[in-house]
Each structure stands twice: as C-alpha cells, then as structure tokens.
C-alpha cells in the first residue's frame, strides 16, 4: 500500500499515483469546514480598532442574517464573508468568495465577492475612494442583494451592544455547507435568487 506518490514531477505520475492522491484530498477535503471556523477564530489576530473584534463583526453579521429569517447558504455567507482579512487585506471579499462559491448559491457567492465594492458607499467619500463604486453593477441581477446584504448585515455589524450569538451556534450549519457536493447545479442555482429577509 502506498504511503506516498512514487512520481518528483507531476507528468510521471501514473494512475495509482492519483488514484492515491484523490482518495487523500477527498478524506482531507472533510475537515474544510473545522478548517475554517478556526480561521474565523483566527480573524481575531488580525485589524484591530474597531469596537467588536473581525471574528464579533462576522459573527454579528451571521446574526443578523439568521434572525432576519435568511436561509443557510445566506447565514454561511455572512459569517465567512471576511474570512480572507488575514490573507488577503486588499481583495478579501474576492478570497472568501472563492472559498464559497463552490458550496453555495451562485447569488450568495457574488455577493459575497462584490461586497467590498458596495461598501464603499458608506466610507469611500472619507478616506479618497469612490463612494459610487457599487454603480458598476447597477443593473446585474444580484445588485439589490448586495446592496441589502451590506445595509443590514455588514456596515452595521460593529455594534458591541448588539446580541451576538457565538461561534457555536453557526458550526454544524458551516459543516453542512462544506460537507455539500462542490459545483452541484442544484446548490449553484445561477440566476436564481432566494430572498435575504423573510
């Protein structure tokens, strides 16, 4: 039995090699989920100043998503929208869609990767940036979502008075999401819209 793949350049493999390396993704693929309520937690060494710490703000988010009556792959979205602050500081909301998008909705992912951009609107004006930037989408299918998603479960997630639920609360939810078939059509749903408040 292999412990290893026999080949130094990926060309020479043969299909025992990635027979063998399927057969390790696939059972390392189980743990993306507790992978990433750990980076969550993570969130918490990075920016600091605000009033909640990164990891409250997307728990906060994740909150208000869930008591706004939004379904899962919404609620998910929420919490990792930010997960990519870390890692990757100037296109985060491009980083945690990545990581969605496989798993979610098509409309959460866009969402979830154009948010920077809608945000904008709230303190573009302050720091030099364009605050209008959000009027490039004006017109896509997914633009009101976006401009919703940022209205009631982002800029307003920085409030420490806030009714935050924890970390717990949202786990076996990010597990359902990740534990779900990658690129399934019937989760992807392009073009399909599900309402973020019920």
Not at 20 to 26: S, V
Not at 44 to 52: A, C, I, K, P
Not at 105 to 131: I, S, T
Not at 141 to 151: G, H, K, L, P, W
Request: with cysteine; proline share 4%.
């Amino acid at each position: 039995m292999m412990d290893q793949v026999k080949f130094r350049a990926m060309k020479d493999g043969d299909a025992a090699d990635y027979a063998f390396l399927t057969e390790h993704e696939i059972e390392y693929t189980k743990g993306t989920a507790d992978r990433l309520l750990r980076a969550l937690v993570a969130l918490d060494e990075g920016l600091s100043g605000y009033q909640v710490t990164r990891l409250g703000h997307s728990l906060q988010s994740a909150t208000r998503a869930e008591r706004d009556g939004a379904d899962t792959d919404w609620i998910v979205s929420a919490l990792l929208h930010d997960i990519g602050d870390i890692f990757a500081p100037y296109n985060h909301d491009e980083y945690a869609a990545a990581i969605l998008r496989p798993f979610v909705r098509e409309q959460c992912a866009w969402v979830v990767e154009k948010h920077g951009d809608f945000q904008m609107l709230y303190y573009g004006h302050h720091v030099g940036g364009n605050r209008d930037k959000r009027e490039t989408y004006r017109g896509h299918i997914y633009f009101d979502d976006c401009a919703t998603f940022c209205e009631r479960w982002d800029q307003n997630s920085f409030d420490p008075d806030y009714d935050t639920l924890p970390i717990e609360h949202f786990a076996q939810r990010v597990r359902e999401v990740f534990a779900r078939q990658p690129y399934d059509p019937a989760v992807l749903r392009p073009g399909a819209r599900a309402p973020l408040v019920s």
